[in-house]
């Protein structure tokens, strides 16, 4: 199975500052044929179900604001929140779709300092 | 509107089954994947397996540490998914979710989940 590790496993962002997320994965996520990474990023609220933010590494689902951006390829990749809010206070997961068992990330916790 | 409902958790003994089900509406759903998740107390999600779709021979896949004890079938005609979880451990214990996808995309509608603890 393809193993993600994300780092850290928490941060404290004061409100207006960016939080960038790593997430890492045991092999590549690019598919050769069609030139795209098989990673998305959730977002999970408390009580909540995890809700989709970013498909292909880094293109956003429709209604997530813009302060959220995807980076990366292959085996490297980070989520970034240009100027946290309050809203965003959640736990972030990564998560591969490359292979036919699709395994997630431990999860990161983003507070607000 | 997209609608993933589950049901059928509660309390369980260690080694016993238990038959988790999925309704869905608002979608096509033999053009869907369905894939079930879950999430201990206070821990992170673990994807634990899914159902294809119709073009894909509603072929299914397993995580390993549920693999030959949980079963996940589809009956069209209800537009439901069932896992069916036997041999159950204390470490099954968790909130089950089920998921959308298509071929080769993520998760992008959830239910809001149904609790299942395994305990003596």
Redesign the interface.
């Known amino acids: ?1 393809i193993v993600m590790t994300q780092s850290p496993d928490s941060l404290a962002v004061s409100l207006g500052e960016r939080a960038t997320i790593n997430c890492k994965s045991s092999q590549s996520l690019l598919y050769s044929s069609s030139n795209k990474n ?1 990673l ?1 990023w ?1 977002q ?1 609220k408390a009580g909540q ?4 933010f970013i ?1 292909w590494a880094s293109t956003r ?1 429709t209604g997530v604001p813009d302060r959220f951006s995807g980076s990366g390829s292959g085996t490297d990749f980070t989520l970034t929140i240009s100027s946290l809010q309050a809203e965003d206070v959640a ?1 972030y ?1 990564c ?1 591969q ?1 490359y292979s ?8 990161t916790k983003v507070e607000i300092k | 509107e997209v609608q993933l409902v589950e049901s059928g958790g509660g309390l369980v003994q260690p080694g016993g089954s238990l038959r988790l089900s999925c309704g869905v509406s608002g979608f096509t759903f033999s053009d869907h994947y369905i894939a079930w998740v879950r999430q201990a107390p206070g821990k992170g999600l673990d994807w634990v397996g899914l159902t294809r779709n119709k073009a894909n021979g509603y072929t299914t896949e397993y995580a390993a540490s549920v693999k030959g004890r949980f079963t996940i079938s589809r009956d069209d005609s209800k537009n439901s998914v069932y896992l069916q979880m036997n041999s159950l451990e204390t470490e099954d214990t968790a909130v089950y979710y089920c998921a959308r996808s298509i071929t080769a995309y993520p998760f992008d509608y959830w239910g809001q989940g149904t609790l299942v603890t395994v305990s003596s």
Do not use: C, H, I, M
């Not at chain 1, 179900?49 to 989709?52: I, T």
């Open positions: 199975d098989y998305a959730y999970q179900p995890p809700k989709l498909s689902e736990v997961y998560q779709y036919n068992t699709r395994t997630f990330g431990q999860g």
